[in-house]
């Protein structure tokens, strides 16, 4: 087992390369979360790098290994989000040339971060319209122009400066830790902190979380190899990956206690009270360690670290997060309900709401003159607990109508 993992040497070396560039980001205990769960919580901050994520730490280190005839040449990745940024930065830092496939649809915000990182060294090509198209196009121009590809997550260099990240917890620990909780996707950082507690703090148990909707290393562990997905769902996008890194897989799977699944809707309601409560802007993947933690039982007593990977959350997506964990919640429902076609409908309609629910949309267009037709109606619920009230009240109205939150399909073409 112990072939598999990158030593500490490694990651030692990492960590001397990275001084100066990657910031050395806090370990911070939370009162709120302590309190809520009778533990000992910190959050490590690496939302606090100059590119708000720890990716920064894995491509300096990688680009930090290449030969100067390498350096000369230039180096390529495709990324979507934090790769990019991080391999941005450490190209205007190493002055070494990159360029860098996004997708088309990839948001303006984004790229213009990755422009922003990267100045005059960088290249920023929008190809495709997913991810693959990008990563194909990257790898083609790669081989034709002899230049290094910088992966995200399945390099060993890359690997070694993720596990600085470890390094740094059991620097800044008082006391011994007994968890630590973080996001899974490709690899990276989860077999670099795996490398690095196993062979440093080996009674420390290592928890990683995915989004229930991209469960590659999950599925990997359980079936004893490496998966590829055939779909996923990328709103987590920092943790999405149909196949996991061929170096990750065995480090996670020797180190890892086990990986654990979250609802994107429930981390968007974490993602939610962390702003709220405590003003910590996270993306999706930066709330994966602290959604999953009423998940892994009794957490009294116990010293836990949940890795706070990133903050690069686009405010214009604070209307989806908000509508994810409202209907993770069951307050928020979605219906097609069958009208009857005249004056004073939608008001008997309103009988059938409770005191504090709310229609939050209504879409009704009179086609025909037939007797009934149907709308699009969005309800908030005023309290938890009242969706199978709602339904009673509707079909003891003999009301008809179709529930859509279940009913993916309908769902995505109507809202």
Known sequence: MHSVLISVEEVIKARHRLRGVARETPLMRSTRLSEQYGAQVYLKREDLQEVRSYKIRGSYNKMSSLTPDERERGVVCASAGNHAQGLAYACKAMQVRGTIFMPVVTPAQKVRKVRMFGGDYVEVVLIGDTYDDAYAESMRVAEERGLTYVHPFDDPKTIAGQGTVGLEILDAATQPIDMVVLAVGGGGLSAGIGSVFHQLSPD???????????????????????????????????????????????????????????????????????????????????????????????????????????????????????????????????????????????????????????????????????????????????????????????????????????QPILFEMLI
């Open 204 to 406: 420390t148990q290592l928890i990683g979380v995915e989004p229930a909707g991209a469960p590659a290393m999950y599925e990997s562990i359980r079936q004893g190899q490496i998966v590829t997905l055939d779909t996923i769902d990328s709103f987590v996008d920092g943790a999405a990956v149909r196949r996991v890194g061929t170096h990750n897989f065995p480090i996670v799977a020797a180190t890892f206690e086990r990986i654990e699944l979250v609802d994107e809707g429930k981390v968007c309601g974490v993602m939610l009270d962390l702003y709220n409560e405590d003003g910590l802007v996270v993306e999706p993947a930066g709330a994966l360690s602290i959604a999953v933690l009423d998940q892994l039982g009794d957490l009294r007593g116990k010293r836990i670290v949940c890795v706070v990977s990133g903050g690069n959350n686009d405010i214009t997506r604070t209307p989806e997060i908000q509508e994810r964990a409202l209907m993770y919640a069951g307050l928020k429902h979605y219906f097609i309900v069958q009208f009857p076609q005249r004056s004073g409908a939608l008001r008997d309609f309103l009988d059938v709401l409770g005191p504090d629910d709310d229609i939050t949309h209504f879409e009704y267009t009179k086609k025909h003159n037939r007797a009934m037709g149907p709308a699009l109606v969005g309800i908030q619920l005023g309290q938890r607990g009242g969706f199978e009230q709602l339904l009673e009240r509707m079909n003891e109205r003999k009301m008809r109508f179709e529930h859509l939150n279940d």
